[in-house]
Nanobody, 120 residues
Framework: VQLQASGGGLVQAGGSLRLSCAASGSGFSINSTNWYRQAPGNQRESVATLTSDGITRYSDSVQGRFTISMDGAKKTAYLQMGSLKAEDTAVYFC???????????????WGQGTLVTVSS
């Protein structure tokens, strides 16, 4: 499985942006889709999670402002970000935990990261 992230850019505070993460490959299913971010000088932190049974979880810092979703047919995950703040500036990474059909072993894949810059 390979992931291709896109959608980052420069946005003013209060604005919105949507990140995409397209998964390529065949014969696999996704157990969970995750978005992380890493700001300069900080550790990578979890932002949002979407499990295969539709459960979503968000960090306190983005709860109510960000929405994670998945288009299963396109195998593409999205992170809709709204009411953006300067502190949301970071490189955003998508991550999926996946397995081959008929297998139980879970694997992990990471996207290349996409930069989001929020100007105040």
């Amino acid at each position: 499985v390979q992931l291709q992230a896109s959608g980052g850019g420069l946005v003013q505070a209060g604005g919105s942006l949507r990140l995409s993460c397209a998964a390529s490959g065949s014969g696999f299913s996704i157990n969970s889709t995750n978005w992380y971010r890493q700001a300069p000088g900080n550790q990578r932190e979890s932002v949002a999670t979407l499990t295969s049974d539709g459960i979503t979880r968000y960090s306190d810092s983005v709860q109510g402002r960000f929405t994670i979703s998945m288009d299963g047919a396109k195998k593409t995950a999205y992170l809709q970000m709204g009411s953006l703040k300067a502190e949301d500036t970071a490189v955003y990474f998508c991550n999926v935990r996946w397995r081959y059909y008929g297998r139980t072993y879970e694997r992990e894949a990471w996207g290349q990261g996409t930069l989001v810059t929020v100007s105040s």
